[in-house]
C-alpha cells in the first residue's frame, strides 16, 4: 500500500468517523462495513488479476453539506482510483483546476495531461531504485497518516462508535455515501495501466514524475490534516514585537529570528557564503517551497499546457543565463548545496517568479494625510499553494554591495517586494510577453537595482542598460518622496511620474503614481480620488483590500520610505485561504533590524 493512497484513505474515513460519530443501532453497523470497504479499497493489497475500484462524484453533494465543508469547491471535483497488485494504480481526477488528469504508476508512471499527450518515465522503478511510487513524501506526513490510519482502524475494526448522531447528520453521511462507489476484487484489463495506444508519449525522468506524485500527495496532506485539530499548524511561540533569536549559522554569516510570530532571516558576506547560510538556517522552509512550485504547481503546468514543466524551465534558463549576474547564480548554488537539493532545481526556483502578477500604487505630499510618502505593493499570487506558510522577512547584507530587506520565502536569492537601506522601494506587476527570455529575470533584476542603485535615478540607469524580459510594471519610491510607475518591455521602459495619465489607467490623482488592470484599476483609481489628502499607512493598507487585491492575495506591503519601514501581511493558511489584505501586518525598521542582528551576530 502505497503512502499516497493510504494518505487519502486514512484522512476520509478518519474524518467521516469523527465528524459523525453514531450511537449502536443498525445504521452504525452499516456505516462500519461502507468504511472497512473504503478502507480495503485503499488498504489492502489485491489478488493478481484483480482490481479495487473507489469513484466519487461532488456534484451529488447535497448544498447542506456543502456549506458545512466551506468555500473549498468540492461539488467541482470527480475522480476515480483503480488499485492494482503490487503498488499498480490509476488516479483519474477531473476539476475546474486540473482539467481532466490521469495519474498512472505500473511499471512505469505516466501522466496524461489535458490535451492526450502522455509524459511517461524513462526507467522502470525498479530502474529507478524506488520500491513504491512515492519516494519522496515527507516522513512528518507519513507520521501522521500511520497516526490516522491507526486511530481510523480502530473505530472501524471495533464495529461501533463513541458518540450519537441525530437524523439531520444521518442525512448528511447518507448523501457523503451516495457520492461514493466502491468496487472490490473486479476482473483487471489492460486498460486500466497503459496508455492510449493513440496517445502521444513524451519521455521524461521517472524520477521527476516520482518526485511529482509525492509532491502532490504532501500538499494534499498539508491542506486536508490542517482540518484535524491535533494536526494543524501550531501557533507560533510569540506574536507581539519581541525578538527570538532561532539559529545561527554556522560560518557565521546568517541568523535565524522571530518576530510577530515571524521568521526573520539575515544573511552577510560573499555569494556563497550567502548562499550556505540562507539554506543551513531554512532547509526545511527551501524543501517544501521548492517541491511545491516545481513539483506540485509544475504538475498541474504540464496536465493544463500539455507541455513538460522541466523542459520549459530548462529553455528559460538557457536563455535567462547569458545575462544573470554570476554573483546570484553562485549564491543560489551555494543554498542548494547547502539545503541537499539539486543545483537545477535551485535555479529552476528562482527563476518561478517571473509568472507573478499584482498591483501597487504610491502617493506623496497633497494626496496624504501629512505629506509623507507611502507605498503599497501587493502580490497576487496562488496563495492556495500555501506559499505562505514558508514566508520570511529578509536581510541581505551582501559584502561590496548595498544592504536591503526583503518579503520573499524560502530559498528565492531575488526578489519581488524590496527596500534597501538608502530608503529605495519597489514592486512589480507581471504583465504579457511570456516567453520572451532573452534577457535579466525580474526578480533579479530588482536584486540589481537594491544592490546597486541609491535611488530612483540610479535605478532607471540600471533598467535602460539592461536586456529585459517579458512585460512587467513597477513602482518604485525613494526616501525623498520621488516615485515613479514604469511599464518595461524588451522593446521599451515607459516612465510614469505622479499624477501623469494614462490611456491603459483610470485618471490619476496628484501625487500618485500606480499600476494595476482591469476593474481592480478603476477601483483602485476611485479610492485614491475618494481618500485624497487623508491618506496614510493605516489608510492605504484598507484602500488595497478587495477587490484591489485578488482572492489568490499572497502577500502585501507598505512602504515608508523616510522612515524605512515595512509594514507586511501574508495570507492565512488552512483549507479556506484568507487573502493577504484582510490578515495583520507586522512592522520591519531598517535601523531596529539592523540593531537586533548586530548584538547578536557575535
Known amino acids: ?186 476482473d483487471e484489463k489492460s486498460e486500466f495501466f497503459a496508455p492510449n495506444p493513440q496517445a502521444t508519449l513524451t519521455i521524461v525522468s521517472t524520477e521527476d514524475l516520482h518526485r511529482q506524485f509525492s509532491a502532490v500527495a504532501n500538499f494534499a496532506s498539508d491542506r486536508l490534516l490542517a482540518q484535524i485539530p491535533v494536526f494543524a499548524a501550531t501557533t507560533p511561540s510569540k506574536t507581539d514585537d519581541s525578538w527570538t533569536l532561532l539559529a545561527k549559522a554556522s560560518n557565521g554569516k546568517g541568523l535565524l529570528a522571530e518576530r510577530f510570530g515571524h521568521k526573520v532571516l539575515f544573511i552577510t558576506g560573499t555569494p556563497q557564503e550567502m548562499g550556505a547560510a540562507h539554506g543551513e538556517l531554512l532547509k526545511d522552509s527551501v524543501h517544501r517551497t521548492m517541491e511545491r512550485l516545481l513539483y506540485a504547481v509544475g504538475t498541474l503546468m504540464s496536465i493544463r499546457s500539455g507541455q513538460w514543466f522541466f523542459d520549459e524551465f530548462e529553455e528559460i534558463e538557457r536563455r535567462t543565463a547569458p545575462f544573470i549576474p554570476q554573483r546570484f547564480v553562485d549564491e543560489a548554488d551555494s543554498l542548494s548545496q547547502a539545503v541537499g537539493m539539486s543545483i ?123 536586456r529585459l524580459t517579458c512585460e512587467y510594471y513597477y513602482v518604485l519610491s525613494e526616501a525623498s518622496k520621488n516615485m515613479v510607475a514604469l511599464k518595461c518591455t524588451p522593446e521599451e521602459v515607459l516612465v510614469l511620474k505622479p499624477g501623469e495619465q494614462h490611456e491603459l489607467l483610470p485618471p490619476i490623482p496628484e501625487d500618485s503614481v500606480y499600476v494595476s488592470a482591469g476593474n481592480r484599476a478603476v477601483e483602485l483609481g476611485r479610492r485614491l480620488h475618494e481618500h485624497y489628502g487623508k491618506i496614510d499607512a493605516e489608510l492605504l493598507i484598507e484602500i488595497v483590500k478587495r477587490p484591489v487585491a485578488m482572492n489568490s492575495n499572497l502577500h502585501n506591503a507598505i512602504f515608508v520610505p523616510e522612515s524605512l519601514e515595512m509594514f507586511v501581511a501574508d495570507a492565512g493558511t488552512g483549507l479556506k485561504v484568507t487573502p493577504a489584505c484582510d490578515m495583520p501586518y507586522k512592522r520591519f525598521q531598517w535601523n531596529e533590524l539592523l540593531r537586533f542582528y548586530e548584538e547578536n551576530a557575535r
Open 1 to 186: 500500500m502505497t503512502k499516497f493512497l493510504r494518505f487519502f484513505s486514512v484522512v476520509a474515513v478518519f474524518l467521516l468517523l469523527v465528524q459523525y460519530a453514531a450511537a449502536q443501532d443498525g445504521r452504525v453497523k452499516e456505516l462500519l462495513e461502507f468504511a472497512q470497504k473504503i478502507w480495503t479499497v485503499l488498504d489492502d493489497e489485491p489478488q493478481d488479476g484483480v482490481c479495487h475500484r473507489f469513484e466519487f462524484d461532488g456534484s451529488k453533494l447535497s448544498a447542506t453539506l456543502k456549506e458545512r465543508i466551506g468555500a473549498f469547491p468540492v461539488e467541482q471535483i470527480k475522480f476515480l482510483l483503480v488499485r492494482g497488485e503490487r503498488g499498480k494504480f490509476r488516479l483519474e481526477i477531473s476539476s475546474e483546476l486540473t482539467g481532466n488528469a490521469v495519474f498512472v504508476q505500473s511499471d512505469r508512471p505516466w501522466i496524461q495531461t489535458n490535451n492526450g499527450t502522455v509524459f511517461i518515465g524513462d526507467k522502470t522503478t525498479a530502474e529507478a531504485g524506488f520500491d513504491h511510487p512515492f519516494p519522496f513524501v515527507r516522513e512528518d506526513v507519513q507520521s501522521r497518516v500511520d497516526t490516522i490510519g491507526g486511530m481510523a482502524a480502530l473505530f472501524v475494526g471495533a464495529g461501533s462508535l463513541p458518540v450519537k448522531i441525530d437524523e439531520k447528520d444521518w442525512d448528511l453521511i447518507n448523501n457523503v455515501r451516495s457520492a461514493l462507489r466502491v468496487e472490490l476484487n473486479i
Open 344 to 466: 537545477r532545481d535551485g535555479r529552476y526556483g528562482n527563476l518561478f517568479p517571473e509568472r507573478f502578477h499584482c498591483s501597487g500604487v504610491a502617493v506623496r505630499g497633497k494626496a496624504t494625510k501629512d505629506g509623507r510618502l507611502y507605498h503599497a505593493r501587493v502580490l497576487d499570487y496562488m496563495s492556495d499553494i500555501l506559499l505562505q506558510e514558508e514566508a520570511c522577512f529578509q536581510v541581505f547584507m551582501p559584502k561590496d554591495h548595498l544592504h536591503w530587506m526583503s518579503h520573499s520565502y524560502g530559498g528565492f536569492v531575488g526578489t519581488v517586494t524590496a527596500m534597501n537601506e538608502k530608503g529605495l522601494a519597489m514592486g512589480e506587476m507581471g504583465g504579457r510577453g511570456e516567453g520572451q527570455w532573452d534577457g535579466l529575470t525580474m526578480s533579479y533584476l530588482m536584486r540589481e537595482i537594491m544592490e546597486n542603485a541609491s535611488n530612483i535615478d540610479e535605478a532607471l540607469a540600471i533598467i535602460h542598460n539592461t
